[in-house]
């Protein structure tokens, strides 16, 4: 079946745009997972949402980063007046449920570069 | 901060097992140990997991000490397709952040012809 797909699979902006990433899950699914990927570093948890709500933000970095999930199921990253910093790659990744025991399967993420 | 130490690179001649150590002297009682892997430009994949016993699925099998301060990911015959890094985590069972992976650096496995 299909997997979690993320579009666009790259983004150009420029510094102080802003930015909406998309995430669409796997049917289903009722956990889902925002992280970022710097080059040469493992993926940095950003939220976790549990159907509709944050369940956890504390990984979103300051107040320019907002996420929602509105019908939970496909979720928005949204980034405003974007800075050189937040390039990195943005991967999004969704659980049957948020338990500890469930596999979250990853989508090959979007490559943001804030120029 | 990640809750585990890899070494940060390991070669291993295809066909070959390749053993991947982990170690994560502060894990508690409730905490998994979870293994991921990413391939060059693609997102994590699920590998295995682990709580007290000796794991085995197609793709792996999981060794966890006794006391639960370290592990090893064991990849039977290794193929160049393996290349990837290699992440070890240990993830909370309850609790409000019972959902995010805390990732470290990983383990790169060179799988070489």
């Known amino acids: 079946g299909a997997g979690v797909s993320q579009t666009p699979s790259n983004k150009v902006t420029e510094k102080g745009k802003y930015v909406e990433l998309r995430c669409d899950p796997i049917?289903?699914?009722?956990?889902l997972y925002w992280y970022r990927q710097s080059l040469g570093q493992g993926p940095e948890f950003l939220i976790y949402?549990?159907?509709?709500?944050?369940?956890?933000d504390s990984g979103l970095p300051n107040d320019r980063f907002f996420a929602v999930r509105p019908e939970g199921s496909v979720s928005t990253l949204k980034i405003q007046r974007t800075e050189r910093g937040d390039s990195a790659v943005y991967l999004c990744?969704?659980?049957?449920?948020?338990?500890?025991?469930?596999?979250?399967?990853f989508g090959p993420g979007t490559r943001l570069t804030v120029l | 901060d990640a809750k585990t130490t890899q070494p940060p690179s390991m070669d291993c001649a295809e066909g070959r097992a390749a053993n991947l150590p982990c170690n994560h002297s502060t894990i508690s009682g409730n905490e998994y140990v979870y293994w991921y892997r990413q391939i060059h430009s693609q997102g994590p994949q699920y590998i295995i997991h682990?709580?007290?016993n000796n794991e085995t699925n197609e793709m792996a099998s999981l060794i966890i000490t006794e006391d639960r301060k370290s592990s090893t990911l064991i990849l039977p015959h290794a193929t160049l397709r393996d290349t990837a890094v290699y992440y070890c985590i240990v993830r909370l069972n309850y609790g409000g952040s019972q959902g995010n992976l805390i990732f470290g650096k990983g383990t790169k496995l060179s799988v070489k012809p």
């Open positions: 949402f549990q159907g509709t709500g944050a369940a956890d």
């Open positions: 990744a969704s659980s049957l449920t948020g338990g500890p025991v469930n596999e979250q399967f």
């Open positions: 682990g709580l007290k």
């Open positions: 049917s289903g699914h009722t956990a």
